[in-house]
């Protein structure tokens, strides 16, 4: 695996430290009306999305799951009813302010206990060789400066027979949708965050790092790559997000 010399932040061309800092600012500013503004941009279709994803993932009781790029704690909350008292999740992010907002969102809907919270870069999971039955990383993917190195990572943290879970914004297959979905994206999308949140740039960084990350297939062959086996993917909404699923045999 090449060391990254540069890369992408949205449509721009930084270094892999620039992007690292600047993501943690878009996600300090996002934070707070995280899940209002996924609401309003998916029109509440991203926790459907999330409700699939837990089906996909075949997750059991009494199984550990890593939530990665865990945000405001959706899918922990799913995760943690599903693997019960003698289960437990942990949640890791890379911004504490995401990860605070997520403990405090998990406490109000009662989720107290078998949560375990971890600030770590995806690159270089601070947990021990195959630690987990389960990893999901639900809308973070794109937003990692060296996705090869997460995944290497990833791999090494799931126990054998273990399963990793990708849900990301992908690339859409109807091209009448893919106009429509660029029009909103670009117009739109941007412009409530201005007026909600005060930061059109974040949002105007969301849509590009869209359009930047790996399609489908190329997510499918660096997954191969990183050593998963069985690779598969389900394109939802026509593509607009894409669920991966890869094995550690």
């Known amino acids: 695996m090449n060391d990254i010399t540069i890369t ?16 943690k600012e878009v996600f300090n500013s996002a934070a707070l009306n995280y899940d209002l503004m996924n609401d309003l941009m998916s029109f509440g279709v991203h926790r459907l999305w999330k409700r699939f994803t837990l089906h996909i993932s075949q997750v059991r009781q009494g199984e550990r799951v890593l939530d990665l790029a865990g945000g405001t704690g959706d899918m922990t909350y799913l995760f943690r009813q599903r693997v019960g008292d003698e289960g437990g999740v942990v949640i890791c992010d890379l911004n504490a302010v995401m990860l605070n907002e997520g403990k405090n969102r998990l406490i109000n809907r009662g989720i107290v206990s078998r949560v375990d919270f971890v600030q770590a870069n995806a690159e270089n999971l601070p947990f021990d060789s195959k630690s987990f039955s389960c990893i999901c990383i ?14 290497v990572s990833m791999f090494d943290k799931l126990s054998y027979g273990g399963r990793v879970i990708i849900l990301e914004f992908s690339k859409i297959v109807p091209q009448f949708l893919k106009e429509i979905y660029d029009k909103y994206s670009f117009k739109v999308i941007p412009f409530i965050g201005k007026v909600l949140t005060s930061d059109k740039e974040s949002y105007q960084y969301l849509v590009e790092s869209i359009r930047t ?11 191969e790559t990183a050593g998963f086996s069985s690779v598969s993917y389900h394109n939802l909404n026509g593509g607009i997000v894409a669920i991966h699923k890869g094995y550690k045999l």
């Open 8 to 23: 992408d932040f949205g449509y721009q061309r930084v270094t892999p430290e620039e992007k690292t800092r600047r993501v």
């Open 213 to 223: 990350h790996p399609d489908q297939e190329k997510l499918k062959l660096m997954m």
């Open 138 to 151: 639900a809308f973070g993917l794109r937003n990692v400066t060296d996705k090869d190195k997460a995944l």
